[in-house]
């Protein structure tokens, strides 16, 4: 079935987690564990992603700090400098982790160097997709997105997903008047996550929404309105 581009869509068996954002990076994470969990493999190869926030050193070791008692073999893939065979590296994955930051830089480099196809042949191949923030919002066809300024549509996401999806949707007061306008004049309709939670997805068909903390949601944001949707508490 051709998507949106005119790409023919394979049955794909791996899983997406689109975070809104929250206490992440922490070892006491339950959503950063349930990434883990869904791996399937008993010591997953993880990739930390940090393009988003320039490769910045602090990130990538935050990254390792969280990750340090997991029993996962953990690794990032840097691109800025002179990376050496990125895609290749990103490919031999069990799971991609990609950090916040600015959505438009992070899909631009991952263009670039091979990136977004390399993310969607673990994808493909039954591998686990992740992240918060930018690293959510690059999955979808659409988002929301302060990578210019004032918060504002992006229009380029890599389509893994269908629709659009706005992260932050308690954390940041202009989150929520800015995706529902943006849908009520012609943004894809789609989904809305509060800090703290994910939307889950099996190949492209939404599995469940979890959360980390009482009382966060997602929501299905149309141009007739929102939707509470609620989060199974992990």
């Known amino acids: 079935m051709p998507g949106r581009h005119g790409v023919i869509l394979r049955r794909v068996s791996g899983h997406i987690l689109a975070i809104g954002g929250g206490g992440i ?6 959503l950063e564990r349930h990434v883990l969990e869904l791996a399937g493999v008993s010591k997953p190869r993880v990739c930390f992603l940090a393009t988003a926030v320039g490769d910045h050193a602090e990130r990538v070791l935050s990254f390792y700090q969280a990750f340090s008692e997991s029993g996962c073999e953990l690794t990032h893939v840097e691109l800025f400098g002179m990376p050496d065979k990125p895609g290749d590296r990103v490919r031999a994955q069990d799971v991609i982790y990609v950090s916040g930051g600015n959505t438009a830089n992070l899909l631009a480099l991952w263009r670039v160097h091979g990136i977004d196809s390399a993310v ?3 994808w493909e191949a039954g591998g686990v997709l992740a992240g918060w923030s930018a690293g959510a919002n690059c999955w979808f066809e659409d988002s929301v997105t302060d990578s210019f300024g004032p ?3 992006l229009g380029d996401g890599l389509d893994l997903l269908p629709g659009s999806f706005c992260p932050h949707y308690d954390g940041e007061v202009l989150r929520r008047p800015t995706y529902r306008r943006l849908v009520k004049e012609g943004m894809p309709p789609g989904h809305a996550a509060d800090d703290d939670v994910a939307f889950v997805y099996s190949g492209s068909e939404l599995l469940e929404i979890v959360t980390q903390r009482e009382g966060a949601r997602g929501y299905r944001v149309t141009a007739e309105g929102e939707e509470p949707l609620e989060a199974r508490l992990l």
């Open 120 to 122: 969607r042949d673990v």
């Open 151 to 153: 918060l504002r549509g």
């Open 25 to 30: 990076l922490d070892p006491s994470s339950p």
